[in-house]
């Protein structure tokens, strides 16, 4: 399994093996919801467009796509000059209000925040300010090997930020649609937006609607009776996953989940 460079809650980095028997081929992997990019590292598209809502997520997958070297560097730099809680708090400071700070600089201080904080959270207040404690036991690890990996995969991917409903409206012919949004009935504020039961519904009639057009779409999500009504007419294979999130995170405890699977009849197969 390749690693990714941030931890992320709700990574599919463990339920990959699961995950890669339903995803077919295609010419380009579509993933509005990429969070740690754990489906992009695992997987061997000939393209990828990989979306999110979190505009420093995409900018720090960009940086490495554009300057892997001075943004290895830069961060290294931060991770080494900056090792207490004291600096840690002055760097976020800086991260939240400085508004002049270069794109490159954001996503050092991205990935030395997210790698420095409690559990490694990535959490957001309604202002967009990064706010998550200082992780006081941590050991921070940087993730050298994950970034040059990751610079290699992204030379076949376009990075954007946006809504999923934006990122839907790019799927053409040809592209397979893998869709893990936060889940429905857990967490699901991953930064100054929440997915409330209103999103789940219009992603699943995007969903429906492309699989209804013969698009090849998969998607993940908690095994709740709202989840198996809205794609009833997909196949549902149920999985546990490790909770990455809340009180149980780390616990061992396992969570039910489903992956909902649409795949394009091939000619002569009668469509169920
Ligand atoms: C369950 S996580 C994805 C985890 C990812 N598959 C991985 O392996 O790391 C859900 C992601 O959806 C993003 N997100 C939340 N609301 C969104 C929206 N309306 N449009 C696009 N992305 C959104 C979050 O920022 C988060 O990264």
Request: proline content about 5%.
């Amino acid at each position: 399994m390749n690693k990714t460079i941030l931890k992320w809650p709700g990574s599919k980095a463990k339920v990959m093996g699961e995950l890669n028997k339903h995803l077919p081929a295609g010419n380009r992997l579509i993933e509005p919801f990429a969070g740690s990019c754990a489906v992009m590292m695992n997987t061997d598209y000939p393209a990828y467009l990989v979306a999110d809502i979190n505009p420093d997520l995409i900018n720090l997958y960009r940086q490495i796509q554009e300057f892997e070297k001075p943004l290895t560097a830069l961060a290294a730099s931060v991770f080494a000059q900056n090792a207490d809680e004291e600096s840690y708090y002055s760097i976020r400071k800086s991260f939240n209000d400085d508004a002049g700070m270069t794109l490159i600089h954001r996503a050092a201080y991205f990935l030395y925040l997210t790698r420095h904080a409690y559990r490694g959270l990535c959490r957001f207040n309604q202002n967009g300010g990064f706010n998550a404690p200082y992780e006081k036991t941590a050991k921070p690890y940087f993730p050298n090997e994950e970034i040059q990996a990751f610079a290699i995969k992204a030379k076949r991917a376009t990075f954007i930020c946006a809504d999923f409903t934006e990122t839907l409206a790019q799927v053409k012919a040809g592209d397979v649609v893998y869709c893990d949004p936060p889940y429905d009935g857990t967490f699901t504020q991953y930064h100054t937006n929440t997915f409330a039961e209103i999103q789940q519904r219009q992603l699943a009639q995007k969903l429906n609607e492309l699989a209804t057009a013969g698009v090849p779409v998969v998607a993940s999500n908690s095994d709740t009776s709202l989840i198996q009504s809205l794609y009833g007419d997909f196949e549902r294979h149920s999985i546990t996953a490790p909770r990455s999130i809340g009180v149980a995170a780390g616990t061992g405890k396992k969570a039910n989940e489903i992956i909902a699977v649409s795949r394009p009849a091939k000619s002569g197969e009668v469509a169920a």
